[in-house]
């Protein structure tokens, strides 16, 4: 069982309140991505979590009971850190061992569970090696393997993924996917990039600045974005954002279209421009916009095959019935 | 990427470095070699060097008037002890201050390593005197607790520069694995931070061996290591040149020998973890 | 960044230092104090009475302490200009590509494992004595007149002795420090058209800084207390009597403990001085 619950949590360093009052909560099994740009508090809120810092007021509660001032060991969570953490001077089995080693548990057991991890993880061929010896991908499952045996309440990662290269993250972002539907287990999961974010979560939590923006399924940021923070932080290439007149037509201060909502043409459309730098991506072309009057570039995904030269002048149609509008404050209007 | 060098260049760095190098080594060299000759030869002029009669009659005599064994013994322990001590005190604090350092946590260390700034001789009498009252005059556990506590700074300050290399998300995962402290420093920390504790322990086991302050004024006759043992050769049989250098040869040659079998951890250590 | 539990943890873990060092400090700090204003002669009379600021005026008054916060300064300046100017030179040299590197670096080395009682010794005897010794025997052999260089030229010869002891330190530490210099910047400044002593000066020397910083501050600390060397060679005399030999000989042997104290107290405060101003660098240093 992993229900977490944060209960008007707030943690200041010194005078600086870097997590102002926060509720949240995390069900049961569910797979939470604490999501923001850097410096938003995403990390220091899962170590509020984890126990390895001390919330300043509040109370986190795992399954109803209060964990505020249980230390780290004892919160029966398990923690993935963004470089590993892995031990050096102890092999691979001996680093999946360690949390149950200090846990007292019979070594005869150790021995089953460690392998048992290990053939899932296919690291079976690498038990006796040491960290040092292992690829990127390899530690990184290593880290996982180290936090599974414990079976713990609620698995913790921070930014498990930005040490390793591009095809690998990918690689990585399913199997830790696939284990958590193995699994069934709370995880939480920190990260900077949106795209981890929208592929694995069930739910996502976006900070910024210690505060929760807004918390919801992907499709749900994606589509109803509660404020234009969220809107371009969800979604990539990110929303364009137009002010001024041409947001005043929709009764908005600001309007906001994501790029695969807009329509080019050669001859017709509301808005037009001159074609900048193109980005053929072979599946799509993203095609950066200027000189529309309304914004300093509007971005436009088109499809792959569409083909325009830098200094084009073409036009655009923004579909309506999927435009965000805002206020003045920048929250969203409905 | 180093460039490749003119074997010219090469040679001229070699036979200038070896020159320097020698010259550097060489009054140990000659203590050495002085060791091995009469006393007559070790005066001769021209002085010979290597082609005299080799003899191990010094390093008798030496034995023979003192023994040897018996300084030798105090300066292993005295040494030895001092500097176990002292990394079993240091490595808590040096945890600390490596990994939950505070605001005062520089200070604190700075603090320590001016505790080394103060004179010992200014302090001479008292400690004389605080030795006399317990009983720990002439003793080896005396200079046990004087010399760890002499060098407990250095030891500390090593620690900590060693520690400091040694990323704290890892003892983080411990405690997140359900380590207590006492594990996390026993099973991870310790053994991560090996090769800069052995350094520490190297350094100052030389460090406590040569100091020669309160080892020569705290003991007699009892537990005088073996800087108490060459200093009685200062005079008047400082000009026995070959005994004086068989008992040189005999005070530094355990160092010397453990230095060549560990100058790694040696020439880590002996930079203090100052400087990588 | 941590929690309750592990900064109160840490402090008791730093507890047992902190309380032995700060007792190692203030019990015999207060002896000395204590004692430094009574007329003490253990073996003429023992404790007799208060004098107030008597042993201070008379040991400063004293004909010997001057030159002997000279010779202090004289020493511990002489010998860390030498080692720090010749460290860097030999590190340098060192760093070249030679064939046995590894052999070298521990010839250079072996005279800081060498106790300075044995170091003193055997520069007593066997180099400087004026007549049997091996600089003596090289003086005669290029026809010049032996120098008795304890008595005639104690200061510099004491210098070059614990000089020896401590190029080892200085090279090692300046030589690790120049080997983790990032050969790249060296090449961008070629690439800049920065001449060898251009590059020395701009880019090498304040790398050095902190090595050069640790080196004085650790030297420095020793170099205060020097007194195996002094106590072996000269017993204090031809103008080689450091503030430490000074008040060890009226304590010891001249057992006024009194006199002695109020020294200590001086070398105290000069220790002070000299660590404050220390501090202040390395404290700024240490942190880069």
């Known amino acids: 069982m992993g229900r977490i619950t944060l209960d008007k949590v707030t943690k200041s360093f010194g005078a600086v309140e870097v997590i102002p009052p926060l509720d949240l909560t995390i069900e049961d099994g569910e797979f939470a991505v604490f999501v923001g740009p850097s410096g938003c508090g995403k990390s220091t809120l899962l170590r509020l979590i984890a126990g390895l810092e001390d919330v300043s007021s509040g109370q986190i509660r795992i399954d109803s009971q209060d964990a505020t001032a249980v230390p780290p060991a004892k919160r029966g969570l398990a923690m993935v850190f963004q470089s590993y953490a892995l031990y050096p001077h102890m092999s691979v089995r001996k680093n999946i061992a360690f949390p149950l080693k200090m846990a007292k548990m019979d070594p005869a057991e150790i021995t089953r569970r460690v392998e048992a991890a290990a053939s899932v993880l296919n690291l079976t061929d690498y038990l006796d090696r040491r960290p040092g010896q292992l690829s990127g991908g390899q530690r990184q499952r290593v880290a996982i393997g180290r936090s599974i045996v414990r079976e713990p309440a609620a698995f913790l990662f921070d930014e498990p993924l930005s040490n390793l290269d591009a095809a690998l993250r990918v690689g990585m972002r399913l199997e830790i996917s696939e284990l958590h539907k193995r699994l069934a287990t709370t995880m939480i999961y920190v990260t900077h990039d949106q795209v981890e974010a929208m592929t694995m979560a069930d739910k996502i939590v976006v900070l910024q600045a210690g505060v929760i923006e807004q918390v919801g399924s992907p499709l749900e940021l994606y589509r109803t974005p509660r404020n234009k923070f969220v809107a371009g932080f969800i979604g990539s290439p990110t929303m364009n954002f137009i002010e001024g007149p041409e947001a005043a037509k929709y009764n908005a201060h600001t309007v906001g279209i994501r790029p695969e909502h807009i329509d080019v043409s050669e001859t017709e459309g509301p808005w037009s421009g001159v074609v900048g730098v193109s980005e053929h991506l072979g599946s799509d072309t993203f095609f950066h916009i200027h000189e529309t009057g309304l914004a300093e570039t509007i971005t436009v995904r088109a499809g792959g095959e569409v083909g325009f030269n830098h200094g084009d002048r073409i036009h655009l149609t923004p579909r309506e019935d999927v435009m965000h509008r805002f206020d003045a404050e920048g929250l969203r209007i409905e | ?276 | 960044m941590a929690t309750k539990a592990s900064r109160s943890a840490a402090r008791l873990m730093m507890a047992p230092a902190v309380v032995l060092l700060l007792g190692w400090m203030l019990v015999p700090l207060t002896m000395t104090i204590y004692f430094s204003f009574k007329k003490y002669l253990p073996l003429r009379g023992g404790d007799l009475g208060w004098v107030g600021f008597d042993n201070y005026a008379r040991f400063l008054s004293s004909s010997s302490f001057w030159p002997s916060v000279q010779a202090t300064l004289l020493i511990v300046g002489g010998v860390l200009a030498i080692t720090v100017v010749f460290g860097v030179l030999l590190a340098m040299l060192l760093d070249q590509p030679m064939w046995g590197q590894g052999v070298v670096r521990i010839l250079v080395i072996a005279p800081f494992f060498v106790m300075p009682t044995v170091s003193a010794l055997v520069w007593k005897n066997m180099f400087m004595d004026p007549v049997n010794g091996l600089f003596a025997h090289l003086w005669k052999a290029v026809g010049a007149e032996p120098i008795a260089w304890l008595t005639e030229a104690s200061l510099p010869s004491i210098i070059m002795i614990v000089s020896w002891q401590w190029l080892p330190f200085a090279t090692l530490i300046l030589l690790t420090a120049i080997q983790s210099l990032d050969s790249e910047q060296l090449e961008a400044a070629e690439m800049d058209g920065a001449p060898p002593l251009k590059r020395f000066g701009y880019i090498i020397l304040p790398h050095l800084g902190r090595a050069i910083t640790v080196v004085v501050l650790i030297q420095t600390i020793f170099l205060l207390s020097i007194f195996a060397e002094i106590f072996v060679t000269t017993q204090g005399s031809f103008g080689t009597k450091t503030l430490t030999y000074l008040i060890f000989q009226r304590v010891l042997e001249s057992q006024n403990v009194g006199l002695g104290s109020a020294g200590g107290v001086y070398a105290i405060i000069l220790a002070n001085i000299v660590a404050i101003f220390l501090m202040r660098i390395v404290g700024k240093n240490l942190d880069a």
């Open chain 2, 1 to 276: 990427m180093a460039r490749s060098v003119t074997t010219r260049r090469k040679t001229i760095n070699t036979a200038l470095a070896w020159a320097i190098g020698l010259l550097i080594f060489f009054p140990i060299l000659w203590t050495i070699l002085t060791s091995f000759k009469t006393e007559g030869q070790a005066i001769s002029d021209p002085p010979v060097f290597l082609f005299f009669d080799w003899t191990l009659e010094n390093y008798a005599i030496v034995q023979e008037r003192s023994n040897y064994a018996r300084f030798l013994w105090n300066s292993i322990i005295i040494a030895g002890g001092s500097t176990l001590l002292g990394v079993i005190i240091a490595v808590p604090a040096a945890w600390s201050m490596a990994f939950v350092p505070s605001k005062r946590t520089k200070d604190i260390l700075l603090w320590m390593l001016s505790t080394k700034m103060l004179p010992a001789v200014g302090v001479l009498y008292p400690i004389y005197l605080i030795f006399i009252r317990m009983g720990l005059l002439d003793t080896r556990v005396g200079l046990v607790i004087v010399l760890m506590l002499i060098n407990l700074p250095i030891i500390v300050w090593m620690l900590y520069t060693y520690f400091r290399e040694i990323p704290g998300e890892i003892l983080e995962a411990a405690r997140m694995d359900g380590a207590t402290l006492k594990e996390e420093i026993l099973y991870v920390l310790t053994p991560m931070a090996v090769p800069g504790i052995a350094s520490t322990l190297l350094l100052n086991f030389i460090l406590a061996w040569n100091e020669a302050f309160w080892t020569l004024n705290l003991t007699a006759a009892k537990a005088g290591p073996l800087t108490a043992f060459i200093a009685s050769y200062s005079s008047p049989e400082g000009l026995f040149y070959a005994k004086l250098s068989a008992a040189s040869t005999m005070a530094i040659a355990p160092i010397l020998i453990l230095g060549w079998f560990s100058q790694k951890q040696l020439v880590r250590g002996l930079t203090f973890g100052a400087v990588k």
